[in-house]
């Protein structure tokens, strides 16, 4: 699709539905804290303030400062870029992965499907997060480990989506005058099939962001994975939460609301993706 | 005595790219015991003629004028709860697709008794025979057994006739069959065609047969009517359609049309397209596609011509 | 002359499961074929009688359980369905696939559609040459040139067959499968096809085989007609043999269906019920008997064969000599 008609394609879209075009700009905002985030913060979100424990927001702190003084809506900003890159980076393996697997299983059947649904199946055994928390102990604390943890556990998901997908596919007409056309079953599958599924399963993907933001937080909130002081959502609605008693809500409700509005963009996203996506669409 | 009736009816529909004038001034009228073929390619709004008699039309679809009565009863001013009523007992209507049309998880038989539950007012202890005896009539063998099977385990042909089945248990007055046979084969299409013939004349219903297949109401219609782009061109008697058509597109069509006598060098085809039934039309919405053409067409209100008694045309230059 | 397509013995089998160990449904059986070099020949029959079975076979998309297909003498049984897929003989035979059935890639623009084959089957290169190809298979079919960019959900059901057309003969095949291209057309832009696909054999010197349950269309197109019943053929004629004076119950059964204004009046023979089981069925019983308005003993005894009843004019059929409507 030329870059003309995704414009005008995406004005389309976003014309039709006020609310994704909401999401949509809420997740630019994000985005933009996630990319720039360490240069647009009024404080250095790790800086700490033996004075400035858990005031109250204000004009000078605009979401308050934590147990340490450190200001709360600088670390807001600045974990964008670590939750959604998290985020980002274990959809979009589980998204390759998944649809190599579930394609090849779809298209092939046979062993190549009994072996791949074998696999998924041991997956899904386990309730996910707490798999989940097994990989992150198992492999070692760290970022790149609640990635391929997170990755893990949305793999079936992908996979049983793409292979569904492909295997309603199979037997159109157009996949049989491709195969009439020299075309041998890897080509087939990648350029004649895959293309079609795309939109779909982008939408699946979208979707996923959301469960996949809360699974990174999730791990984190537990203590697994990011380590303090590093500024995260996760770890920032945990350090807070001791204080709902005590009436300091800022502390937990701020990163919490960051959470919410993160899943919220992607979920109404979701739709919006596949308008966009669909070539039944097109102009 | 016509028993049902419909008069000067058009149907628009709202949509997102604008108001499609569906219909404009369909007048029918089918007699007791009379089977009119009603013909027309796809767009024609032979479907949605249909749909309007039955009341199931989509919510975007918007009456704009008519009437259509059923053994005296205006159907487009009923209630919907009356009209609920209706459906099933006087009118009823058999759908293309049997298998699909069905309910995919419930035995054949139960569907034939919830029809009579809910029309026919049977105590719930003949309901099952009552529907054992709905398939004979439709001459399924072994109707015991197949009353117990889901629509999945029986052929094409077998569904429709479960359809049929479902549709004439409360002996409707009126029956609708929006392209019964389609999708069926050949030898099953002719044996369901007799069937609702034979059903049709021994029940004296009025049926409505709506089909593209001009061959095929030729051959189990008394009367036919042609429609095109949302009106009806040609009513006439079969053979008088068939020989003589009066409507430049009905001859078209006949032409387009493959019988065992056609020969590929003499096959037509029909210069041309749809209007668009969006945007301005004119009177005769034929006329952009018509050889025989005059300034005149596209003017004023394009009038009935009647031929005789049995032969209405809407056309200013009739063949 | 040789023939352009020979086809021996072929029959395809399915493992069937769930049923008793071993049992196997017949989707052909034992079908013998001919197509000459510029020939059209039908092939008709009922839902379950393996004409979808025989295109794929004889397209050399599904290998034969057994059986030989000859093209211009060459065997191309003798190598997988996949062999053949890279071989040169892949662009000798094409289909025209059915537009009910999604036959064109919803993200894939016309261009694309017809270009794709041209590149994997004649190893074009060159995006001029390409470009050029295209465009003049387009026009070849009657393809106007802007409707090029668009997607399959954009045109018309007739533009949608000329695509299907054009992707077909891009390649130049020698024979040509048509299967029921014209199903889901209105019946007057059938017609604009219909000629279109007359005019194109005799350009690029195809034979068709031309496979359809519209029995009055295939009369139009086919200078001969096979007609099968539950994977085996019952009867080959030439075309006009076949509906004035078939010989098989079954094939009359299938010429009194079809529908006809003209004998309105008649009350016709019909015929009921439905096909035997294509599972392991009897070898020694004619596939017809049960259904069949003749039936006797020897019919539920042995198989018949493929009988000469005329000239060109066979029938599988143990009374097919006997005068049309004749009884023992």
Redesign the interface.
């Known amino acids: 699709m030329s870059l003309v008609t995704l414009a005008r394609n995406t004005g389309y879209a976003f014309g039709e539905n006020r609310l994704t075009l909401v999401a949509a700009i809420i997740l630019a905002l994000l985005t933009l804290c996630a990319l720039f985030g360490p240069s647009i913060t009024p404080f250095d979100p790790l800086t700490t303030s033996a004075t400035a424990k858990l005031v109250p927001p204000s004009g000078h702190h605009l979401f308050g400062t934590d147990s340490l003084g450190r200001d709360i809506f600088s670390r807001v900003i600045v974990a964008a870029r670590l939750d959604l890159g998290m985020a980002i980076s274990a959809v979009a393996l589980s998204f390759v992965v998944g649809l190599a697997l579930g394609s090849l299983a779809g298209y092939f059947g046979g062993w190549t499907d009994r072996i791949v649904g074998r696999a998924m199946d041991t997956i899904m055994a386990f309730p996910l997060f707490v798999l989940a928390m097994g990989i992150v102990v198992a492999l070692g604390n760290s970022v790149a480990n609640i990635i391929i943890a997170t990755m893990i556990i949305n793999l079936p998901f992908y996979c049983r989506f793409a292979r569904a997908e492909v295997n309603v596919r199979r037997d ?3 996949v ?10 890897l080509r087939v599958l990648v350029s ?1 099939i895959i ?2 599924i795309l939109p779909p399963m982008m939408v699946q993907a979208s979707l996923n962001m959301g469960w996949a933001i809360l699974n990174a937080a999730g791990l984190s909130f537990i203590g697994l994975g990011v380590r303090p002081p590093t500024p995260e959502w996760g770890i920032m609605v945990s350090e807070g939460a001791s204080f709902i008693i005590s009436g300091e809500w800022w502390a937990f409700m701020f990163p919490g609301a960051a959470l919410v509005l993160a899943v919220f963009c992607f979920n109404m996203l979701g739709d919006g993706l596949r308008d966009l996506l669909d ?2 669409k ?1 102009v | 005595m016509a028993q049902l009736e419909i008069d000067n009816l058009s149907v628009e529909f709202r949509t997102r790219h604008g108001v499609v004038r569906a219909l404009e001034g369909v007048t029918l009228s089918v007699a007791r015991g009379e089977i009119l073929g009603v013909v027309g390619e796809s767009g024609s709004g032979k479907s949605v003629t249909a749909y309007t008699v039955m009341a199931l039309n989509d919510e975007a679809a918007e009456i704009k004028s008519g009437r259509i009565t059923m053994g005296g009863i205006d159907i487009l001013s009923a209630q919907p709860d009356a009209m609920r009523q209706l459906r099933g007992r006087e009118m009823a209507m058999i759908f293309q697709s049997p298998r699909t049309a069905l309910h995919p998880i419930r035995k054949v038989g139960k569907q034939i008794e919830d029809v009579l539950r809910e029309h026919a007012g049977l105590p719930s202890r003949d309901l099952k025979q009552a529907a054992i005896a709905a398939l004979e009539r439709v001459r399924i063998p072994d109707p015991e057994r197949r009353a117990e099977a889901y629509p999945f385990e029986l052929s094409g042909g077998m569904c429709q006739r479960v359809m049929i089945a479902m549709a004439l248990a409360c002996s409707p007055s009126v029956l609708i069959a929006d392209e019964p046979t389609t999708g069926l084969d050949v030898t099953t299409q002719a044996v369901i065609m007799d069937l609702i013939r034979d059903m049709s004349r021994s029940a004296r219903m009025s049926t409505l047969l709506i089909t593209h297949d001009l061959g095929l109401a030729g051959e189990y219609c008394d009367r036919i009517a042609v429609m095109h782009a949302g009106h009806v061109v040609e009513i006439a008697e079969t053979e008088t359609l068939l020989d003589h058509p009066a409507h430049p597109y009905t001859r078209q069509l006949l032409a387009a049309t493959p019988v065992p006598e056609s020969r590929i060098e003499t096959l037509n085809s029909i210069p041309g397209q749809l209007p668009d039934l969006r945007g301005a039309l004119p009177p005769c919405r034929f006329s952009g596609r018509c050889e025989r053409r005059q300034p005149i067409c596209d003017e004023g209100e394009l009038p009935w011509t009647e031929l005789s008694p049995t032969h209405v045309v809407r056309c200013r230059f009739p063949l | 002359m040789a023939p352009l397509l020979e086809a021996s013995s072929l029959s395809k089998f399915y493992p069937v499961k769930g049923a008793a160990r071993g049992a196997k449904l017949h989707a052909v059986d034992d079908v013998c074929l001919t197509i000459a070099a510029g020939e059209s020949v039908g092939l008709v029959g009922e839902s379950g009688c393996g004409k979808s079975t025989m295109v ?1 076979l004889l ?1 050399r ?1 599904i290998d034969p359980s057994t059986g030989q297909i000859l093209l211009g003498g060459d065997d191309i049984t003798a190598m997988s369905q ?1 062999r053949f ?2 071989s040169s003989g ?2 000798q035979i ?2 025209v ?3 009910a ?8 623009r016309v261009f694309q ?1 017809i270009a ?2 041209l590149k ?2 004649l190893d074009m290169r060159n995006g001029a040459e390409i470009d050029n190809r295209v465009r003049a298979t387009a026009a070849l079919v009657g393809l106007p040139e802007e409707l090029l960019q668009r ?1 399959p ?1 954009q045109l018309s059901g007739g533009q949608r067959a000329r695509v ?1 057309i054009a ?2 003969v891009a ?1 130049e095949p020698s024979l040509l499968i048509l299967d029921e291209p014209t199903s889901a057309l209105d019946v007057s832009v059938q017609a604009v096809i219909l000629r279109l696909l007359v005019d194109l054999r005799e350009r690029l010197k195809m034979s068709y085989l031309f496979v359809s349950h519209d029995l009055n269309v295939v009369r139009l197109l086919c200078s001969r007609v096979v007609v099968m019943y539950l994977g085996k053929v019952v009867e080959s004629a030439p075309a006009e043999a076949l509906f004035t004076k078939p010989h098989h119950p079954y094939t009359r059964a299938l010429v009194a269906a079809i529908p006809d204004p003209a004998r309105r009046r008649e009350a016709r023979p019909r015929l009921d019920g439905n096909p035997t089981s294509p599972i392991d069925p009897d070898p020694n019983a004619c596939r017809f008997y049960g259904r069949c308005p003749v039936g006797t003993d020897l019919c539920a005894s042995a198989m018949p064969p493929l009988r000469t009843v005329g000239p060109d004019h066979a029938a599988a059929c143990h009374f097919a000599l006997s005068p049309a409507g004749g009884h023992p």
């Open positions: 159109l007409g157009y049989e005058a491709a195969r009439m056309g020299g075309n041998g079953s004649h293309p079609n070539p039944r097109r | 794929r397209g998309l996949a897929a890279s892949r662009r094409q289909i696939f059915q537009d059935t999604e036959s064109l890639n919803p993200s894939f559609s794709d084959p994997r089957l997607y959900h299907g992707r077909a390649v």
